[in-house]
């Protein structure tokens, strides 16, 4: 029997494909058996790339599997359900949590593991987050560098990831929640007194309500707020409120009752008495500028005011023929319909002022 040479060369090609089949099926095994990994820390970013720095895809918690792809220094490649991204390996656990289950002392070690971990993680968040500094309760409409300030802060649990511009929009509201989530509380998308606290790893007062920024009676103080006019501020204070001013440089305060207006906040004196309080402040009536604070429903707003009685007048025998206006953050005057720079002057200097 005679053997060409095509047909000595068929155990060599059919031993090369076996072994190239070999060296493809063993990562796959391998990858499917052993390459499990679980969060062993609260809350995990999974970045876009592996860097500190890199966009945040994902929040990871405690618990939750990923898949392990490769590694790459600090880091692991992983898939999350739809996601691939990086995690930091000293905050994943190999193997599932089902299966570290299963022997106790490896549990354990993974207990101290986690426990470590975690702890560490927690450290460094808050060394991050102090260098920050604690923003103030605000709420969804409002703007400035408090707000700035909330957002950096989110930005570093990896619930935010807009722009830090200042303004408390649907991103901001939704990385409160997100927030509050994850700490057990109400996720309302308002950044109150209890959320700060959570924020920052305090445990917030008996007395402090999680469903808005108001301080427990017993406060000595209010935090006074920046209210964006055409921002969700327009009908904070509605048509027909009654609501206290506090004139900042005296500390006289006096009861006014809103009016109306569209482009700032027109209001009336509600009394006799309450005339006088303001006639005091200006020592007669006077279209200048004076920076106060209006308090209503709980919650302190800086703003700024004028007293000059004029136009309608609303509520007879309270010996002011009129009403006054009072400007927040960002309103315009009816007659230019532009912002009043003093007026806002005023609303700056009002922010510095508590209740």
């Given at each position: 029997m005679v053997f060409t040479m095509k047909?000595?060369?068929?155990?060599?090609?059919?031993?090369?494909?076996?072994?190239?089949?070999?060296?493809?099926?063993?990562?796959?095994?391998?990858?499917?058996?052993?390459?499990?990994?679980?969060?062993?820390?609260?809350?995990?970013?999974?970045?876009?790339?592996?860097?500190?720095?890199?966009?945040?895809?994902?929040?990871?918690?405690?618990?939750?599997?990923?898949?392990?792809?490769?590694?790459?220094?600090?880091?692991?490649?992983?898939?999350?359900?739809?996601?691939?991204?990086?995690?930091?390996?000293?905050?994943?656990?190999?193997?599932?949590?089902?299966?570290?289950?299963?022997?106790?002392?490896?549990?354990?070690?993974?207990?101290?593991?986690?426990?470590?971990?975690?702890?560490?993680?927690?450290?460094?968040?808050?060394?991050?987050?102090?260098?920050?500094?604690?923003?103030?309760?605000?709420?969804?409409?409002?703007?400035?560098?408090?707000?700035?300030?909330l957002q950096k802060c989110l930005q570093a649990y990896g619930y935010y990831t807009g722009n830090i511009d200042g303004d408390y929009g649907p991103g901001t509201k939704s990385a409160v929640k997100k927030l509050q989530k994850a700490k057990g509380l109400k996720q309302t998308g308002t950044a109150d007194s209890a959320t700060i606290a959570a924020m920052f790893g305090e445990k917030a007062s008996a007395s402090t309500k999680t469903s808005g920024a108001k301080t427990s009676s017993s406060s000595k103080t209010i935090t006074t707020e920046r209210l964006n006019w055409f921002k969700n501020g327009v009908d904070r204070i509605p048509k027909g409120a009654t609501f206290t001013v506090k004139h900042c440089k005296t500390g006289k305060t006096f009861t006014c009752k809103r009016w109306s207006g569209a482009n700032h906040l027109d209001a009336e004196p509600l009394t006799k008495t309450d005339t006088g309080v303001l006639k005091t402040i200006y020592g007669g009536w006077s279209w200048k500028r004076r920076p106060i604070l209006v308090k209503y429903n709980g919650r302190v707003y800086a703003a700024s005011m004028y007293g000059m009685p004029h136009g309608t007048t609303t509520i007879k025998n309270n010996n002011f023929d009129g009403h006054f206006c009072i400007h927040f953050y960002g309103s315009k005057t009816h007659g230019t319909k532009k912002v009043d720079d003093t007026h806002q002057n005023c609303v700056a200097t009002a922010m510095n002022y508590t209740w």
């Open positions: 047909d000595k060369m068929r155990p060599r090609r059919f031993l090369t494909v076996v072994v190239m089949l070999f060296l493809l099926i063993t990562p796959l095994i391998a990858l499917a058996s052993g390459n499990t990994g679980t969060v062993n820390c609260s809350t995990l970013n999974l970045r876009s790339q592996a860097s500190k720095d890199s966009k945040a895809l994902q929040t990871l918690s405690k618990g939750d599997e990923v898949t392990i792809l490769s590694t790459s220094g600090d880091w692991y490649k992983v898939t999350y359900g739809k996601y691939t991204g990086y995690v930091m390996k000293k905050y994943i656990s190999k193997g599932s949590s089902n299966s570290s289950s299963k022997n106790t002392s490896k549990t354990s070690n993974q207990t101290n593991t986690s426990s470590s971990s975690k702890a560490s993680s927690s450290t460094t968040l808050l060394a991050q987050l102090k260098k920050i500094g604690k923003p103030t309760a605000c709420e969804y409409g409002a703007s400035g560098s408090n707000v700035k300030k």
